[in-house]
């Protein structure tokens, strides 16, 4: 990285330059520095306002906090880890295998941490991106937005919340400090965060209500703790643990027919979910209010062996009518009940299509990010590039996720795209490389033709995976290996290029000098 320099009218500092700036350094921002190095593209800088690498494993820490992904399909191809305690991890060992990632890769000495991304503009005179920050500026002819999809959490806008006077805090920003025990308690939400806290707090607090909206379809969690022969052999016996991840991984696969081509050979999944429904909920009434009325994969499913007995409990509730208005300690559904709380928790998920980052990017013509995909939808191609944001490639971007298996699958083969563009980039002496907006339109039009026999479009719900357009812009529409076929090189057909006039790159070193 060439360092700040002083210089201009009142001595004022320049703009420190990268060659790559990372934004982010959860599982997708780390893995793309460590395979940035990898590849002799050392010139880069991650900025993560974190404190620390992890992203979302560094802050959902509330209880109950677990991976619904098996442990051996949760982590680098490149770094895999034999010391998993359990099938399913829980947050605290995957914050740590992150942190112990981070700390063998040797690209921390390029973090800087504390750090928030004010705004990004791209420079078409100069071809590079000009990022300012809590940090001071920077300018870097490429950056990687490995922001993440869950980063924002979503705050519900309900009348009077803003006036509670007990606790309140959403799940992604627990509040250890707060004693919840022998309180009254109140959580908004019943997804994948609300279903790991529920039955982990029921039995310590006073009263605990559930405000559902929509039930969510629950199946049981495979969960167990390794036996030390297991432990043994993934650390010790030549491919046994390559083997036991491939595994998980078939298994996991099989589930995309039904969910993105024939919705209705997920019928034994749903007779499934409602047994275990059925054994863990005694009460007829309650029972009912919990039942999904939506093809089971149309929302996310869930994976939890307690969730249910704990609604089972004589001190919990579920609420379904609807929240009016929050007062000052008690929560006012719609027929008018009152019910008095000492402590709400928030469980409502993230912005995810509408993410803050998103307004803060500004591309050639000057509009964000967030203002192209109002108008245009959320889009990109490959997940990755978007037409009008040159030398901008985004992690976990629109329709990467995915409601079967492991987004470091996903997280990976993108890690494999970005780093065979910027290495391109570097070798050709390209300036830039922005997508066409044929091929961009062309990519999306087929790939929502091919979402539309999914469950995730006929299942009959409402979902976050669907935009303001209602397209679903979350989700990738088949197998996981055919976007990592897809995603293997760089294909500079689909870009307009744009190269460098005088040879030579920003450091002031010859193209043919820095191949060598």
């Not at 979302?56 to 619904?68: I, K």
């Not at 795209?417 to 907006?437: F, I, K, N, P, Q």
């Not at 995730?456 to 303001?468: H, Q």
């Amino acid at each position: 990285m060439t360092t700040a320099t002083k210089g201009g009218a009142g001595g004022r500092t320049a703009p420190r330059h990268v060659r790559t700036l990372i934004i982010g350094s959860g599982f997708a921002g780390l893995g793309a520095a460590i395979k940035l190095d990898e590849a002799g593209q050392g010139d880069f800088l991650v900025l993560e306002r974190g404190p620390e690498v992890g992203g979302t494993w560094r802050d959902n820490t509330y209880p109950g906090a677990a991976c619904d992904v098996p442990s051996q399909l949760y982590s680098y191809s490149f770094a895999l880890n034999p010391d998993w305690s359990r099938s399913f991890s829980r947050q605290g060992e995957i914050q740590a295998y992150i942190r112990s990632v981070a700390e063998r890769s040797g690209v921390l000495g390029r973090h800087r941490f504390g750090v928030e991304v004010l705004g990004a503009d791209w420079d078409s005179d100069g071809a590079c991106w000009q990022v300012q920050t809590t940090d001071g500026d920077y300018t870097a002819d490429a950056v990687i937005a490995a922001v993440g999809a869950l980063c924002e959490p979503a705050l519900p806008d309900i009348k009077g919340i803003a006036g509670f006077q007990g606790e309140l805090f959403h799940s992604s920003r627990w509040n250890h400090d707060a004693d919840l025990t022998g309180k009254r308690v109140a959580i908004i939400g019943t997804g994948a965060s609300a279903i790991q806290i529920v039955p982990s707090i029921a039995a310590d607090v006073a009263h605990l209500d559930v405000y559902q909206r929509t039930a969510p379809w629950v199946m049981p969690r495979a969960d167990r703790r390794y036996s030390p022969a297991e432990r043994f052999a993934f650390r010790h016996v030549p491919g046994f643990q390559r083997l036991a991840r491939a595994g998980v991984y078939a298994m996991r696969e099989t589930q995309v027919v039904g969910l993105a081509h024939v919705p209705a050979l997920l019928k034994p999944l749903q007779l499934a979910a409602l047994l275990h429904l059925r054994r863990g909920i005694k009460d007829r009434t309650l029972r009912r209010k919990v039942t999904p009325d939506f093809t089971i994969g149309c929302k996310r499913m869930l994976i939890s062996n307690d969730y249910y007995p704990a609604l089972d409990r004589n001190d919990v509730d579920v609420v379904t009518d609807p929240v009016k208005e929050v007062a000052a300690h008690s929560i006012i559904t719609a027929d008018g009940t009152e019910r008095p709380v000492d402590a709400l928790i928030v469980a409502t998920g993230f912005h995810v299509t509408d993410s803050p980052t998103f307004e803060v990017i500004r591309g050639r013509s000057g509009a964000s990010l967030a203002q192209t995909w109002r108008r245009i939808g959320m889009q990109a191609y490959k997940g990755t590039t978007v037409a009008g944001f040159p030398n901008m490639f985004f992690m976990v971007g629109p329709n990467t996720g995915l409601g079967h298996s492991s987004m470091v699958y996903m997280i990976e083969s993108q890690i494999n795209y970005v780093v065979d563009a910027v290495a391109t980039m570097h070798r050709r002496g390209l300036a830039s490389v922005e997508v066409r907006g044929d091929v961009q339109d062309d990519f999306n039009r087929k790939l929502q033709d091919q979402l539309g026999p999914s469950v995730w479009m006929t299942g009959g719900c409402a979902s976050w995976y669907l935009d303001s357009h209602g397209n679903n812009t979350t989700l990738w529409p088949g197998f996981t290996f055919d976007f990592r076929r897809s995603t293997r090189r760089f294909d500079l057909d689909a870009y307009h290029l744009t190269t460098r006039p005088t040879g030579r790159d920003r450091a002031g070193a010859t193209l043919e000098e820095n191949a060598s």
